[in-house]
Structures are given as structure tokens and as C-alpha cells.
């Protein structure tokens, strides 16, 4: 819903399940978890409301800020090509800074290695990056990897990019091909014609959905891997009625999971368009605790 026709949460509503992006929603810019927000997952918590974190991260670009909230038993990763359960009987996986995250992966998507190696094959002349999520990790070709501060990328999100990816001498097309399974790509570039290239490319795969998560960046997973998707599949898991969720989200590829649940909450700091594309926006912005302020005044 857009503008005037923008649906508000009816007086009393109290959502049953909560899905929420991590970097710029439930997260500060820094990267930090505001004490505002904090406060609302463990009032969630004592009220048995479930919290799913929902990123486009790999499973090892998960930090202790995610790994250490309280009463959090699924995450979505990689843009929803996944969903772990930190409760379910698996081998576990490494995460950032060395540790070790419990639990198995109980939903995954993936990418077809023809839809990967295609657009390798089309845009790896670029200069862009080209980034590649598989089991569980995202990986860069170190030539790219150690050029990822010309992309004019803000300070906190490069911090995180480089933590969370793998640095590789091998080309990436050599390590799909290794690869158990493929979650999705991740590009960003520096020109308009760059852009249009990359996005001509990636939508011409019918193999593939396209979104994005920064103002300079193209993420394309297989179809049927997105937010939205995943918290439709997890709410029917859980027995939830997906109209009973609530999602916030600050960009396009928090855009599914906006309009799949029942409500739809972008940031007041979400990229240009979010808003518009979202049934309410909160009244602060990310790093003022945004999230928090919204739900401990839906739940007052």
C-alpha cells in the first residue's frame, strides 16, 4: 500500500510473531543494538512472541550483537534463501569472529550453478564486486576483496562486509563448482552504466529474483529464496497465521517480508521508496531505537 491508501495498526492489535531486518533496522548504523530495542525483544520474550532475526547475511556473518539476543531460536540468512534453527540436531557452523553457532539449517533455497556462472561470465569483466554465498558463506575473490574501500561503501557497512567474507585467490566460478550449495550474489558498482549492465543481466534470468539492500548494490537469489517467503513458510511451521506478523525493514529486500505479514513496518531512515511501499513507518530512526519504540507502543 502506498500514500493515503497506507493501512495503520488498528487500536489493541498485538502481532503473534515478530520478523525484523537486522542492519539498519533492528540494528544501529554502528552496527550495535540500541537499549531501546533490547528492552522490546525481551518484552517480547516474556510475552512468548517469537523474534526472527531476518538478514541478507550469510549464516557466518552472524555476530554475537544477533548470536546473543535473548529467546531467539530461528533465523532467516542470505536474504531468505535459508532459515537456522539454533535448536535443531546439526553440526552447527562458524559464524563471525570465531564462533561457533549451534543448531542446522531446516529451509534452504538455493541457486542454480548455471544462474552463477552465466552472470559471472556476463559481468566479471566489471569493475564491480562479485560476490558469492554458498554453504553457508560468503565469498570474494581476494583481487575484488582488497578493493572494496574504492566503492565509496559507508565505514560501518565496510567493517561488516569485510567480516563477514571470505577472501579467495581461486575464481569464484572454480569454488561454485565445489560448492554443496549456492545461496546468492551479491554485486555492488560505482557507475549508472555499471548498474544497468548488472541489472539487465541479473533480470534476465527468469532462474533468478532480483532486489537490493544499499542504493548501490544487486542481490540475486533463486526464486522462491526471499523474505517474504521465508516468513510465510516459518509462520505455517509455527502455526502462525502470517497476518498475524508484523516485519520491519529498511530496504528493498525487506520489501516481501513487509507485505507478507500483516503488517508491514519500514524505519523512518529506510532507503527512498521503502517507506512508500510499507503499511506504517516508525517515528525514529534505526539508531534511536526505532523498532523498540514501535512495539512498546503496540504492546502497551
Keep these: 500500500m502506498t500514500g493515503e491508501g497506507r493501512r495503520r495498526p488498528a487500536e489493541g492489535f498485538v502481532p503473534k510473531i515478530v520478523f525484523t531486518d537486522l542492519d539498519g533496522t533492528l540494528l544501529a548504523r554502528d552496527k550495535t543494538l540500541p537499549a531501546r530495542n533490547l528492552e522490546a525483544v525481551r518484552l517480547l520474550g516474556e510475552r512468548d512472541i517469537p523474534l526472527v532475526p531476518c538478514t541478507g547475511r550469510p549464516v ?3 555476530t554475537p550483537v544477533v548470536l546473543d539476543l535473548p529467546d531467539i531460536r530461528y533465523i532467516v540468512y542470505a536474504n531468505g534463501a535459508g532459515v537456522w534453527d539454533l535448536e535443531a540436531d546439526g553440526p552447527g557452523a562458524e559464524a563471525a569472529l570465531g564462533r561457533r553457532i549451534v543448531g542446522a539449517p531446516i529451509r534452504k533455497v538455493t541457486l542454480s550453478k548455471e544462474s552463477f556462472l552465466a552472470a559471472y561470465d556476463a559481468l566479471g569483466d566489471l569493475d564491480i564486486t562479485f560476490d558469492l554465498f554458498a554453504d553457508g ?19 560501518n557497512l565496510l567493517r ?3 567480516l563477514s567474507r571470505t577472501a579467495v585467490d581461486e575464481p569464484l566460478p572454480e ?7 549456492l545461496e546468492r550474489m551479491t554485486i555492488y558498482y560505482r ?3 555499471d548498474a544497468d549492465r548488472v541489472r539487465a543481466v541479473l533480470e534476465a534470468d527468469p532462474r533468478l529474483v532480483v532486489t537490493s539492500s544499499e542504493l548501490t548494490n544487486f542481490e540475486a537469489s533463486a526464486v522462491g529464496a526471499t523474505k517474504g517467503l521465508a516468513l510465510e513458510w516459518l509462520s505455517g511451521r509455527l502455526g502462525i497465521d502470517p497476518g498475524a506478523a508484523i516485519a520491519f525493514g529498511d530496504g528493498m529486500n525487506d520489501v516481501s517480508m513487509m507485505e507478507a505479514a500483516g503488517l508491514g513496518v519500514a524505519l523512518a531512515d529506510a532507503q527512498p521508496g ?5 503499511d506504517d513507518v516508525t517515528a525514529l530512526g534505526c539508531s534511536e531505537g526505532g523498532v523498540g519504540e514501535y512495539l512498546e507502543r503496540l504492546l502497551a
Design 274 to 278: 521503502v517507506a512508500e511501499l510499507a
Design 60 to 62: 557466518s556473518g552472524l
Design 191 to 193: 557507475t549508472p552504466e
Design 175 to 181: 569454488l561454485a563448482e565445489r560448492a554443496r550449495d
Design 137 to 155: 558463506r560468503a565469498y570474494s575473490e581476494r583481487k575484488r576483496f582488497e578493493r572494496l574501500g574504492e566503492f565509496g561503501l559507508e565505514p
Design 160 to 162: 561488516q562486509i569485510r
